[in-house]
């Protein structure tokens, strides 16, 4: 909970429990007063077909586990209209219109810890809508094909979301409004041996090639593409969308989380154990215009931790690159996993397919005990520390 307090969730019988797992934490209260929530645990097996638009446009190296978290009492939401729309049956199909109803949110920044068994699967990437997100393999020296149980911990936030349907626009990003604000928690483990992976980094770099954790992508965007890797710029380039304001009428922010094990930072940017390491973040609209964005990063013993925050949707790129400075030292692991407050300027994109080198130096920050390297164009130590 949002002061500390760990609860146990309870599995409770319900009308709707032959068909959905519901579960209750004592002493919530959500949005909708309750304190009731649907928890699903969907399984997608490798070599099962996972098609788009009832087309043949299948991937049968698809598996993943869908993780997912929102409040109960769905039967108890509310018609809502939307001003900015020339009729109030936006919902349904083209042929049987019907008026949509309000989303229903926990109101609570909620920290989710969930511990899950399966066999025959190799985590290989973890994405989906929380912030702070980590996964671990509890069990990593058994063998793949017996039962290993897996460690998924995130904190669901508030994000804008809109209604899918065949009477509006199929794709958020060409909805101009967004319908409501959520704060479901929705994550996917991703098999290392899925096609999203496998098509976009380098063989050597792959999951099951590399030690240690894996890779985080998360956002608050309704969409988001699979990470590609340039080899000739030496970017990791994600494409998210979402619309481009939010239900109040004012300009949607987006927030994206990436988490670099030190592992695959060291395959793909071919850093070494020495040096501070500096994330240089682009981010475009979709017409090449320059999106501005709040960067922070965090770098502690296992890897390096880069937000983007308060950029604007309709349906930006987001690119990053990580490099380093020579230093005689290993950076000094922070005593936090949480991200700094620390602003990184964002890096003006060229017209060149190359990032644009800045030169940026870095400064060392003191607290107590505590030290803390910060890099930038003109690094200011955050609230609380001292120059060194």
């Avoid at 494409?239 to 793909?268: D, I, Q, T, W």
């Avoid at 501005?292 to 990063?297: D, G, N, P, R, Y």
Wanted: glycine content about 8%; overall charge neutral.
């Amino acid at each position: 909970m949002p002061n500390g307090e760990k609860i146990a969730a309870v599995h409770v019988m319900d009308a709707y429990s032959d068909l959905t797992p519901v579960w209750q934490l004592p002493g919530a209260k959500f949005q909708d007063g309750g304190d009731k929530f649907i928890g699903r645990l969907a399984l997608l097996k490798d070599g099962e077909a996972l098609c788009w638009y009832q087309t043949n446009n299948c991937s049968y190296h698809a598996g993943y586990v869908d993780l997912w978290f929102f409040p109960y009492d769905v039967r108890n939401t509310k018609a809502i209209h939307f001003s900015h729309d020339a009729t109030d049956l936006q919902c349904g199909t083209v042929s049987n219109p019907v008026t949509c109803t309000d989303w229903v949110n926990f109101g609570l920044n909620i920290r989710w810890d969930t511990i899950f068994r399966i066999k025959n699967f190799r985590a290989g990437m973890l994405s989906g809508s929380s912030k702070g997100a980590q996964i671990m393999d509890l069990s990593p020296t058994l063998p793949v094909a017996e039962s290993h149980r897996f460690e998924v911990i995130g904190t669901n936030f508030m994000r804008d979301g809109n209604v899918i349907s065949e009477v509006r626009n199929s794709e958020p990003s060409n909805r101009m409004y967004a319908d409501g604000q959520v704060d479901n928690f929705s994550n996917w483990i991703w098999d290392s041996n899925n096609d999203a992976i496998l098509s976009r980094f380098p063989a050597r770099c792959m999951p099951d090639e590399l030690p240690g954790p894996i890779s985080h992508f998360m956002f608050n965007s309704y969409q988001i593409g699979n990470p590609i890797w340039d080899q000739g710029t030496k970017t990791l380039s994600v494409n998210v969308g979402s619309p481009h304001f939010s239900a109040n009428g004012s300009l949607a922010s987006g927030y994206y989380e990436m988490y670099f094990p030190n592992a695959v930072a060291k395959c793909l940017w071919g850093l070494s154990d020495n040096g501070v390491v500096t994330a240089n973040v682009m981010i475009t609209d979709s017409d090449g215009t320059p999106n501005i964005a709040t960067i922070s990063q965090n770098q502690d013993q296992d890897g390096l931790t880069v937000i983007a925050s308060n950029f604007h949707f309709s349906s930006p790129t987001i690119k990053v690159k990580l490099s380093q400075e020579s230093s005689n030292a290993i950076p000094i692991p922070s005593p936090s996993p949480t991200p700094s407050a620390t602003v990184t300027p964002l890096i003006t994109p060229s017209a060149q397919p190359a990032i644009p080198i800045v030169k940026k130096m870095t400064i060392t920050c003191i607290k107590g005990k505590v030290l803390k390297s910060v890099t930038g164009i003109k690094p200011v130590c955050p609230a609380g520390y001292k120059k060194k």
